[in-house]
C-alpha cells in the first residue's frame, strides 16, 4: 500500500526558512515522479515543486529562487527546503507522487497524495 507522510510544516516570520520532508513507502517500482502542492484558504490547489525519477527539477515562478525540491538516495524521502518565506506562501503543503516518468506541476496527473502540513508565514 501506497504511503506518503508529510512532515515539517509550522509557523515562521517571513524571510525565515522550513524544510519539508515526505516519507514514501509501498512503491514497486522507482520510476516514480513527485511533487510538492500547496492550498491556501479560499484558493486552488496548485504545483509549488516537481522532480522526475532522474532528479530533473521543475519549479513553479513563484517560488525560483526560494524553494528546492531533491530526495534521498534511495527515493523514499522527499524535501522542499523552503527558504525566504513570505505570507503568500502560507498554505498546506501536500506532498504526491505520478507515475508519470516526467513529473509535471499539473496535480491532475498524481494518483498518491498525503494529508498534508500547515506552512505559516507571518509578516
Known amino acids: 500500500q501506497v504511503q506518503l507522510v508529510e512532515s515539517g510544516g509550522g509557523s515562521v516570520q517571513a524571510g525565515g526558512s522550513l524544510r519539508l520532508s515526505c516519507l514514501a513507502s509501498g512503491f514497486t517500482s522507482s520510476r516514480i515522479g513527485m511533487g510538492w502542492f500547496r492550498q491556501a484558504p479560499g484558493k486552488e490547489r496548485e504545483g509549488v515543486a516537481a522532480i522526475d525519477s532522474d532528479g530533473s527539477t521543475r519549479y513553479a515562478d513563484s517560488v525560483k529562487g526560494r524553494f528546492t525540491i531533491s530526495k534521498d538516495n534511495a527515493g523514499e524521502v522527499l524535501y522542499l527546503q523552503m527558504n525566504s518565506l513570505k505570507p503568500e506562501d502560507t498554505a498546506m503543503y501536500y506532498c504526491?507522487?505520478?507515475?508519470?516518468?516526467?513529473?509535471?506541476?499539473?496535480?491532475?496527473?498524481?494518483?498518491?497524495w498525503g494529508q498534508g502540513t500547515q506552512v505559516t508565514v507571518s509578516s
Open positions: 504526491a507522487a505520478t507515475r508519470v516518468i516526467r513529473a509535471p506541476l499539473s496535480q491532475a496527473w498524481y494518483n498518491y
